[in-house]
């Protein structure tokens, strides 16, 4: 059974904001990191941004690093991930997974994956 599940996925146009989020189903896993990766058409995938429980510590790859926030409300059991001026060269599949290495960036580390949401990019 899947426990975390991406949302708010969809088309924007360049220069857009759109906000994904990640809703965990299941048991809450407190100290638990949340990380938000994503994979484009014939390539790898990469790290996008991360969160730990607290929320106090965030992470970001250098692609991103600046124009998405990454936020959580433990309450609601939900991350988001908040993406201003959107350029098509991020259009990809966005996942979210969780790690209980605070910090890590590598996705060998992180379980739980997300079926993910895809977020398209119009020029």
């Known amino acids: 059974q899947v426990r975390l599940k991406e949302s708010g996925g969809g088309l924007v146009q360049a220069g857009d904001s759109l906000n994904i989020s990640c809703t965990d189903s299941?048991?809450?896993?407190?100290?638990?990191?949340t990380g938000w990766f994503r994979r484009a058409p014939g390539k790898e995938r990469e790290f996008v941004a991360a969160?730990?429980?607290?929320?106090?510590?965030?992470y970001y790859g250098d692609s991103v690093n600046g124009r998405f926030i990454c936020s959580r409300e433990n309450d609601k059991k939900t991350v988001h991930l908040r993406m201003n001026s959107l350029k098509p060269e991020v259009t990809a599949v966005y996942y979210c997974?969780?790690?209980?290495?605070?910090?890590?960036?590598?996705?060998?580390?992180?379980?739980?994956w997300g079926p993910g949401t895809q977020v398209t990019v119009g020029s």
């Open positions: 997974a969780d790690t209980g290495l605070d910090g890590s960036t590598w996705s060998g580390d992180f379980g739980s």
């Open positions: 299941g048991r809450v896993v407190k100290g638990y990191t």
């Open positions: 969160i730990n429980w607290n929320g106090d510590s965030t």
